[in-house]
């Protein structure tokens, strides 16, 4: 989120994002890897096998977190780190 330091409600917008996510996770659970969820503040990962839906994804996020503005950061390619299917937090590898 950008700026989202400096927002008045960043505690309810965090709480909605959470809410988003665990949505998503189940709504898509087919194209994810590993989990979407919050690592740091307003910064979140998620692990896609395929990019079928990402379009979709990313999309709502906008959609639900309107009118908070977002940036998102795609990396597409392999993974050399095994793969937690609960959070996407420590894999590592060339789509990074």
Not at 71 to 79: K, L, N, Q, S
């Amino acid at each position: 989120m950008l700026y989202s330091r400096k927002l008045d409600t960043r505690k309810q917008i965090q709480k909605n994002l959470n809410h988003i996510l665990n949505q998503l996770n189940t709504e898509y659970s087919f194209d994810i890897s590993a989990k979407f969820t919050i690592t740091l503040g307003d910064e979140f990962q998620g692990l896609l096998h395929n990019c079928t839906n990402l379009l979709h994804i990313t999309e709502t996020i906008q959609r639900e977190m309107y009118p908070v503005k977002l940036r998102f950061g795609i990396g597409v390619g392999e993974i050399t780190t095994d793969i937690n299917p609960e959070l996407a937090i420590g894999a590592d590898g060339p789509s990074y």
